[in-house]
């Protein structure tokens, strides 16, 4: 089989793709995701996804690329991307809490080929209302860091998320589900 | 603060307590829960969850006590417990095929004082229509053993699976969004 690579640094998403026993290289990619002019979320991020993927392709010939990438949607339709710092962190959880955010994950895949698959994985995230004590002793665990949204799906971020709907691993950040079908489709030997 | 045990021998469940940076000991129930009356399976988990922490809360006086029960239902209502065999596990899978499972995870936590508080959350799962070939391998893996109707929602297993509704823990078997509001409400100290 050819080498697996995925283009991301999140050990997040390589934690759920090591899940499914496959072996793989983490290699992020170097694209400039403000470059993207594409501003529906859902379509940005199977842009960036696809993007990734192409960019990390570029610098590895045949081999089997995976591009993924995740956008946050808050309630009021605002995109949230990571948080600038704790003041814009906790602007994100006010404007969620008690409220449904939505995010898009998407994913790419390319062949050694040169084939390119891509899909869109989109749940809903609802959190409970959050006091202001809850607010402040999330924002001291600073496990809001990097995250876009400023919040944790794993861990003990779990505890201000009241339920969710759709795929818990596209929350993540890497849609375990819509990966097992594109990877039939494309002829990526994994198990189902 | 006095102990905390989880009355429960689940790895899965262990991970998902230790995730919220909680110590505890687990000490598996001795009840039978073939003893169980209690035969709608929401009330079901709950009864068994309470009669777990009972169990061991009596071997364990003054400590703080965590039971869990999970139970899933069939898309026909049917109950589906650890599969038998083989044999047991293909008839869950094909009655789960195309289909939405519902899952109930009974909690209860008994304080060092004696004081019992309990829940229930339950998720719904919706499986992909599964061919004779996914089946198989599914079986193959071995993944389903020991698992109540079959199916494992992380890991390899979801790949089976299209969507959730709910909480993703509780569905692994240790509702934590639930675990949070119980905790408080009974003055066990964690993080939110």
Avoid: N, Y
């Avoid at 694209?31 to 996804?49: F, G, K, N, S």
């Avoid at 994950?105 to 869109?120: I, N, Q, R």
């Amino acid at each position: 089989m050819h080498p697996l690579i995925l283009a991301s640094a999140s050990p997040q998403r390589a934690a759920l793709l090591a899940g499914l026993g496959l072996t793989f290289s983490a290699i992020p990619s170097r694209i400039e995701e403000e470059m993207c002019t594409e501003r529906d979320p859902a379509q940005r991020a199977v842009r960036l996804a696809r993007e990734k993927a192409q960019e990390v392709g570029e610098r590895h010939r045949g081999e089997w690329i995976i591009g993924c990438d995740t956008l946050v949607v808050a309630p009021d339709g605002s995109l949230l991307e990571k948080p600038l710092d704790e003041a814009d962190a906790r602007r994100m959880l006010v404007l969620q809490s008690g409220g449904t955010s939505i995010v898009h994950s998407g994913l790419a895949v390319l062949s050694p080929a040169g084939v390119m698959m891509d899909g869109l994985s989109s749940s809903s995230v609802t959190f409970k209302s959050l006091s202001a004590d809850e607010i402040d002793w999330w924002l001291r665990t600073d496990l809001w860091r990097g995250r876009s949204g400023a919040f944790q799906i794993d861990g003990l971020g779990q505890l201000m998320i009241e339920r969710i709907e759709g795929d818990f691993t596209s929350i993540v950040g890497f849609p375990v589900f819509l990966f097992g079908e594109l990877a039939r489709k494309v002829g990526l030997a994994i198990a189902l």
